[in-house]
């Protein structure tokens, strides 16, 4: 079974930085493309980042709105997924989903974690 | 980017009622078009991908079609556990969701 389980969430000011972790397990983690969601709250979803396989290169693209401070990154030794991020903004306040990316059915975000709460604020 | 524009933005419908959701991409998007469903609380939940193609164990009920920049999801028969909001993604550069459709019991 599928098991995306993200922590690291919690309270921090306007210009701190955090990192979400995601753990994941059910299937071959290297070989996966993976992505962040998240939403902000009583807001729709927002895609903020992807990263592919190594084997695919693990390059990452990032949305506007997070790029150049937030740093997607892997750890396939263990199995997890990583968010970094700088600079938070009041909006950036969200719950933020870890998903995998399915290469085989038009990159659609087939398992999701239950999501981490990043709550920004003074 | 790519903006995709979803209508309506909210809905009411009776059970039994056959219902449709349109999305609209900015630049053509061939068919990397998925859709999913959120209901309150919950992580979302993948219903089509590829714009018409039904994920696994999702009921039949629900179809997709389109290609190009117009696409539709259509319930054929509204269920009481429908209702929920739904989300369109592209997935053609890179990824963007649709603002949602919040799909509301009448």
């Known amino acids: 079974e599928v098991q995306l389980v993200e922590s690291g969430g919690g309270l921090v000011k306007p210009g701190g930085s955090l990192r979400l972790s995601c753990a994941a397990s059910?299937?071959?983690?290297?070989?996966?493309?993976m992505s962040w969601v998240r939403q902000a709250p009583g807001k729709g979803l927002e895609w903020v980042g992807r990263?592919?396989?190594?084997?695919?290169?693990?390059?990452?693209d990032y949305a506007a709105p997070v790029k150049g401070r937030f740093t997607l990154s892997r750890d396939d030794s263990k199995n997890t997924l990583y968010l970094q991020m700088t600079s938070l903004k009041s909006e950036d306040t969200a719950v933020y989903y870890c998903t995998t990316v399915a290469k085989s059915s038009a990159y659609a975000a087939d398992y999701w974690g239950q999501g981490t709460l990043v709550p920004v604020s003074s | 980017d790519i903006q995709m524009t979803q209508s309506p933005s909210s809905l009411s419908a009776f059970v039994g009622d056959r219902v449709t959701i349109t999305c609209r991409a900015s630049?053509?998007?061939?068919?990397?078009l998925n859709w999913y469903q959120q209901k309150p609380g919950k992580a979302p939940n993948l219903l089509i991908y590829?714009?018409?193609s039904l994920q696994s164990g999702v009921p039949s009920r629900f179809s997709g079609s389109g290609s190009g920049t117009d696409f539709t999801l259509t319930i054929s028969s509204l269920q009481p556990e429908d209702f929920a909001t739904y989300y369109c993604q592209q997935t053609y550069s890179p990824y963007t969701f649709g603002q949602g459709t919040k799909l509301e019991i009448k």
């Open positions: 590829a714009a018409s």
């Open positions: 059910g299937f071959t983690f290297s070989n996966a493309w």
């Open positions: 990263i592919k396989s190594k084997t695919d290169g693990g390059t990452t």
């Open positions: 630049q053509s998007i061939t068919n990397y």
